[in-house]
């Protein structure tokens, strides 16, 4: 599977931003997504995962209730709402997937997508 991401941008303290990672190739829903970032001179570090249907989500502490993964299977898209936004969330996102046969291997990468947040 080859992903996509994009709706990176710059935005105040407080803003919202959604990011979208789309994928191609085929049965999307076979795959468990994750958002990551990396801040610049820091390591990258989970945000968000999703499962297959979309029904189980998990969040980094450090953006619970201000951010929300989902997927739409249909459109083979995986969602990032970033509301809130702090400075501190400056980085590259980086969505992610691993099959379900697999879970614990995140072998496909999107490109990156950089999101600014100003105080």
């Known amino acids: 599977v080859q992903l996509q991401a994009s709706g990176g941008g710059s935005v105040q303290a407080g803003g919202s931003l959604r990011l979208s990672c789309a994928a191609s190739?085929?049965?999307?829903?076979?795959?468990?997504m994750r958002w990551f970032r990396q801040a610049p001179g820091k390591e990258r570090e989970f945000v968000a995962a999703?499962?297959?249907?979309?029904?189980?989500?998990y969040y980094a502490d450090s953006v619970k209730g201000r951010f929300t993964i989902s997927r739409d299977n249909a459109k083979n898209t995986v969602y990032l709402q970033m509301n809130d936004l702090k400075p501190e969330d400056t980085a590259v996102y980086y969505c992610?997937?691993?099959?379900?046969?697999?879970?614990?291997?995140?072998?496909?990468w999107g490109q990156g997508t950089l999101v600014t947040v100003s105080s």
């Open positions: 992610a997937a691993a099959h379900i046969e697999t879970p614990a291997q995140f072998d496909y």
């Open positions: 190739g085929r049965a999307f829903s076979s795959y468990a």
């Open positions: 999703v499962n297959w249907s979309g029904v189980g989500t």
